[in-house]
């Protein structure tokens, strides 16, 4: 057991590294990896360092690098050492992190961290509580149940949940898996920086009150995954408060942003928040799963989730020890909590906080670079450490630009140097950098940038 344990940690560091020297792309198709790996399960075993080598050559090496520097795209994940030998952990330890009754060590962990996070957002930490779940889908999910419970009981027929058109896809995709049709979501539009429109907000609420529809839930977004855009929360709080509907905050990768001050200038209102999703696997620079769903009243989770059969009448708990799984819809849970208590403990949230700011300066840093340099097109202004720009040297139609960007796009993903796919803005094909990766510098983003011009000049060339 230890010559394997130790063979894996020798691994992982190695990984960690070599991680910069590593291309972040991995790219196979289904042929390829059938070929690789495609077997009937063996009856024999085999001996454990042997199955090892062929994972590690196998398998991880044909997996992408979101921890890697030049991982600009989707929500990169910049993961951290100490939260990965707390995973490791927590696994070997096989800790069950459902109720009280079968471990008080990690329930009070996770009520502190909980608390943590209560108090980084503002919420009241005594009647406040939550959870940490799989990632922020399923905190999404968890947030609209709730609001479904508790605003309409069993009938939902007329419920009206409104969020803008910029909100994450994890959010429809909750309200099909509620059974709520698709007209009883209004998708608002949004204003030139892709915060929501709130002077149509309002006018839908009232429009659907005046049609006998009942308006139970507002979903703003507090970095959207598009361009980092946050609605304004305050204002959408007021209309909140005057029309008795809940309020979810959709923060699962920009609530990180008020652990430093300009980010938590950014987010004010979050703490009028019925509930607040928030991811630490993204900008908290946890390993993949730990997503968090906090609530101003825990009541309401309990309430919504809580079922008591027979077998686990022996794990009643109380109000002071909770059990989880009465708080959400997971039964056997992981010790999630744990990898980020110890990595908190470690570095300190003073680290947390820089490494947050790091990414806020490094955003403006790219931002100014793009707008000093002749070529480029700064597309949505850094935001949350998001930042979407195209290369548009002038003179072409908005058909061709999109063409050239999207060559650009693929020739990067070609070259497997690294991540840097595109999204539409306004229908426009652009390329999005989210920069909350602490172990990227600046040169790293300026040689994929010059790298970008080289792949436009050549499309320029042959067209
Ligand atoms: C704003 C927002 N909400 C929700 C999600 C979904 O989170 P997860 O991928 O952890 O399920 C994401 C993912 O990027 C996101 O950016």
Request: charge should be neutral; glycine fraction near 6%; include cysteine.
């Amino acid at each position: 057991m230890r010559q394997y344990g130790y063979r894996i940690v020798d691994e992982l560091v190695g990984h960690f590294v070599r991680l910069p020297r590593t291309r972040p792309i991995s790219s196979a198709t289904r042929k390829e990896m059938d070929r690789l790996l495609a077997e009937e399960a063996p009856e024999e075993g085999t001996d454990p360092e042997k199955v090892l080598d062929f994972v590690l050559e196998r398998v991880l090496k044909n997996s992408d690098l979101l921890t890697h520097p030049k991982s600009f795209s989707f929500v990169p994940s910049p993961s951290n050492f100490v939260s990965v030998m707390a995973d490791t952990l927590a696994t070997g330890f096989n800790v069950f992190s459902g109720g009280w009754f079968l471990s008080p060590g990690s329930s009070e962990i996770e009520i502190v961290t909980i608390n943590w996070m209560l108090k980084l957002f503002g919420f009241p930490v005594q009647e406040g509580g939550g959870l940490f779940t799989s990632g922020g889908s399923m905190a999404n999910l968890m947030a609209l149940t709730a609001a479904r419970h508790l605003k309409c009981g069993e009938d939902f027929s007329k419920a009206m949940v409104y969020m803008s058109h910029q909100a994450h896809s994890s959010n429809l995709r909750a309200m099909r898996v509620l059974g709520f049709k698709k007209a009883q979501v209004r998708l608002v539009s949004v204003d030139e920086n892709f915060a929501v429109d709130l002077s149509e907000l309002s006018s839908m609420i009232e429009e659907d009150k005046r049609h006998g529809l009942h308006p139970i839930c507002v979903l703003a977004t507090a970095g959207t995954t598009n361009s980092g855009a946050v609605d304004p929360l305050d204002e959408v709080a007021k209309i909140c408060q005057k029309e008795k509907v809940w309020f979810h905050v959709d923060a699962a990768y920009g609530g990180a942003a008020m652990l430093c001050k300009c980010g938590k200038e950014r987010l004010i209102g979050i703490e009028k928040a019925d509930s607040i999703t928030v991811d630490p696997h993204k900008w908290f620079f946890q390993p993949y799963e730990i997503g968090c769903l906090l609530v101003r009243n825990q009541d309401s989770l309990f309430s919504t989730f809580s079922e008591h059969p027979e077998y686990l009448r022996d794990m009643k708990g109380s109000l002071e020890e909770i059990n989880f799984f009465d708080y959400g819809i997971q039964l056997t849970r992981s010790f999630r909590a744990l990898k980020f208590y110890m990595s908190i403990k470690t570095f300190g949230l003073a680290s947390f906080r820089e490494a947050v700011k790091r990414a806020f300066d490094l955003a403006d840093e790219v931002q100014k670079w793009l707008e000093d340099r002749s070529g480029w097109e700064v597309m949505s202004k850094a935001s949350l450490a998001v930042i979407c720009f195209r290369y548009n040297p002038g003179g072409l139609d908005s058909e061709k630009l999109n063409a050239m960007n999207q060559f650009i796009s693929d020739e990067m993903t070609r070259s497997k140097q690294a991540i840097l796919v595109t999204t539409l803005l306004w229908n426009q094909v652009v390329l999005r950098m989210c920069l909350i990766n602490p172990r990227t510098k600046f040169t790293d983003v300026q040689d994929v940038l010059l790298f970008c011009e080289k792949k436009a000049q050549e499309y320029l060339r042959s067209t």
